[in-house]
């Protein structure tokens, strides 16, 4: 058999320290091999890159470290190659001793290796943070925060924000990532692949979220069998199933936004939307970190919020509200309505909460949004007691709104028609004549103006009933109305007591069976002073548990509460106080409709950089962001067809391209160029 083995490498001079190295092959059997075989030779050819930069890479001194430098060395830790069975944290000293940076460092401190092997080992131990100053440290004491990440990783869905989150508890830290940035990104790689190969780490954060998944579908299913068996609750079990029904419609709706693009992609995310793991699958690839591609309309992490969000709007509040209100109308007698009422209340409560929640803690957030997000403490107890706070505080708020909108149904239905579609026209007007209508979401078209209009409705609808603490930001509903709508929808429920009682008269009382919790339990009426004092004690639980999160969260942040600025400003903040190219870039982000008044300003800045970035490329020179870049602001026909091309079909993967993202070089994370050695290194 005969067959062609072209290759080239090709050594350019990137500056005095760096040198990219592109190495080019093909292998031509005339197709006489199997794909596999031709592809496993050519992934072992690729390797010789990885050969390369890794050589280079132990030559290169710690003042030349940068981010990239720290990427690799994470990667090399973490697989430092070497006698087989010997675990990675073993070799730690090795490592360290074949790279001129690295011993440098390790002469400046001499726990560097001790510290190391603990990050790398990541064996479970209670948490624990240490106050010394980065000169004072100790071996002993540096062992003990290296121990300390793991389990601030496994409290963190990823593992940047474990990072952070451990960074802020140990105060050396803070002063070794200030004073060597690059190490942050290091200690991020090797958290990456300790989360990605821990027992307890992605496994656990996927489990997790299928299990809250799946239980939450368990209890909806018990309650619509109760309904079902029963003729005067039939029509209501039909509603629940209408809620499911609706909720993966709009799931549906996200993966079309999301995949028009790529067809076969589509349709199989329509698959877990059916089958009802689209919200497991997201948790998956968030904990993996996954990057968006060109056809993408929003990353992963926000698909995955929508995608909550969704499940909030059509199944857990109107599920919520459904159940209280055949509890006070028909009287439901068969023991597990009160049990999964609590348990879809605590779900949606619970789900209301991690979003705010890891929102703030994600330290991409922090830095890019310094003025709004950082409100969780950085330390201590307080940041579970916070994410319990804001939990109870959507839960309460949710029983509250679903007893009050039940009995405002039991007067008349078009009563609570009426107070909602009133409420909600007024949010829309506002923002309409705020110019602040557009959803931030980057859709263009009807189909934008549909997007648009959707999650408008959903937001409000979700911060009525649950008070997500993330939708006070500017684009959503903003501080000020936030904090007014909070206090308008406590006072409507008791508003709506008032209605129940007074729509008969007032020496009449209404009176509705509802179930005790016992197996063998007897209906009991509810009285109006029974009435007056369950909407009193719920609606004091919340304000006791939402006084509590205002004391715990910083209190340089509690002024986000009251903010009135538009959305609009927010997106043109991202280009007017962006500083650099990358914080400047993050306007594309954004729907443009958000901030085309200043169009002319972004478009020159586009013109006046295109070019160098063709030549520089930036890590957030991506494709995708690439794609959201009007193609007529490109003067050059041949960069504009090549444009159009990014955005019909994405990017066509070359073999090297496969390689890399399967960890060929470096396993993905190492760089693909290397610092060349001076003549008295050599």
Not at 73 to 92: A, D, I, S
Not at 241 to 247: C, E, K, N
Not at 295 to 322: F, N, Q, R, W, Y
Request: net charge positive.
């Amino acid at each position: 058999m005969r067959g062609k083995y072209p290759s080239a490498m090709r050594l350019k001079r990137k500056n005095n320290k760096e040198t990219t190295v592109e190495y080019v092959f093909q292998i031509d059997f005339g197709g006489l091999l199997p794909a596999w075989l031709t592809n496993s030779y050519m992934s072992a050819n690729a390797g010789y890159v990885t050969e390369i930069q890794e050589y280079f890479q132990e030559l290169r001194r710690l003042v030349d470290y940068d981010a990239e430098d720290g990427r690799a060395l994470g990667v090399r830790l973490m697989h430092p190659g070497g006698e087989k069975g010997k675990k990675p944290w073993r070799k730690v000293r090795a490592v360290v001793g074949r790279h001129k940076g690295l011993t440098e460092l390790g002469i400046e401190y001499e726990w560097l290796v001790g510290f190391l092997e603990e990050v790398v080992r990541g064996k479970w131990v209670m948490a624990a943070s240490v106050s010394t100053k980065l000169v004072c440290l100790s071996e002993m004491e540096a062992r003990k925060i290296g121990r300390s990440l793991m389990p601030a990783l496994k409290q963190r869905k990823t593992a940047d924000a474990g990072l952070h989150q451990w960074k802020m508890q140990n105060r050396s830290m803070v002063e070794l990532f200030e004073k060597y940035d690059w190490v942050e990104s290091m200690l991020l790689e090797v958290a990456q692949e300790v989360m990605n190969t821990a027992p307890w780490g992605l496994m656990w954060r996927v489990c997790t979220s299928a299990t809250l998944s799946v239980l939450d579908i368990v209890t909806d299913v018990v309650v619509i069998v109760g309904y079902m068996g029963k003729e005067e609750t039939r029509g209501y079990g039909y509603s629940l199933m209408g809620m499911l029904v609706a909720s993966m419609v709009l799931q549906a709706m996200i993966v079309f936004g999301q995949h028009r693009k790529k067809p076969r992609e589509m349709a199989k995310e329509m698959l877990f939307v059916v089958t009802g793991m689209k919200g497991p699958v997201d948790a998956y690839r968030v904990c993996i970190g996954k990057q968006m591609e060109e056809h993408h309309v929003i990353d992963a992490k926000l698909e995955l919020v929508m995608t909550k969000l969704c499940e909030l709007v059509c199944e857990s509040i109107p599920g919520c509200l459904l159940q209280v209100f055949v509890i006070l109308k028909v009287g439901d007698t068969s023991g597990s309505a009160v049990p999964s009422l609590v348990v879809s209340a605590l779900t949606a409560g619970f789900a209301s909460g991690t979003v705010s929640y890891d929102y703030d803690t994600d330290p991409v957030g922090r830095k890019k949004q310094p003025e709004f997000y950082g409100y969780v403490p950085d330390e201590g107890i307080a940041r579970p007691l916070l994410l319990v706070c804001m939990t109870l505080n959507s839960a309460l708020l949710l029983l509250i709104r679903a007893f009050s909108a039940a009995m405002l149904m039991l007067v008349k239905k078009r009563f609570l028609v009426m107070y909602m579609a009133g409420d909600m026209a007024l949010y829309l007007l506002q923002k309409v004549l705020r110019g602040d209508f557009h959803y931030w979401i980057p859709i263009d078209g009807p189909f934008g103006l549909l997007v648009s209009l959707l999650f408008r409705v959903f937001v409000k609808t979700i911060a009525d009933f649950t008070g997500v603490v993330q939708f006070r930001a500017d684009p959503e509903l903003g501080g000020l109305y936030w904090t007014v709508n909070m206090f308008l929808a406590l006072l409507a429920s008791f508003g709506s007591v008032f209605v129940y009682y007074a729509d008969t008269g007032e020496e009449e009382v209404k009176k509705a069976e509802i179930i005790s919790i016992g197996q063998n339990s007897t209906a009991f009426e509810i009285e109006e002073r029974v009435a007056w004092t369950l909407i009193g004690y719920l609606s004091g639980a919340w304000a006791v548990s939402f006084g509590v999160f205002l004391l715990l969260m910083k209190k340089e942040y509690r002024h986000t509460f009251f903010t009135t600025r538009k959305g609009k400003q927010w997106a043109m903040n991202f280009f007017l106080k962006g500083g650099n190219d990358e914080g400047k870039a993050l306007v594309f982000t954004v729907n443009k409709k958000q901030w085309w008044a200043i169009r002319e300003d972004v478009k020159e800045w586009v013109q006046e950089s295109w070019w160098r970035w063709k030549e520089e490329k930036p890590e957030w020179f991506s494709l995708a962001w690439q794609s959201k870049v009007p193609k007529e602001w490109i003067d050059d026909a041949e960069e504009r067809a090549r444009l159009d091309k990014v955005r019909e079909k994405g990017r066509r993967r070359s073999v090297v391209g496969r390689a890399a993202s399967k960890g060929l070089f470096g396993r993905g994370r190492g760089r693909v160029y290397a610092g060349m050695p001076s003549e008295k290194e050599k």
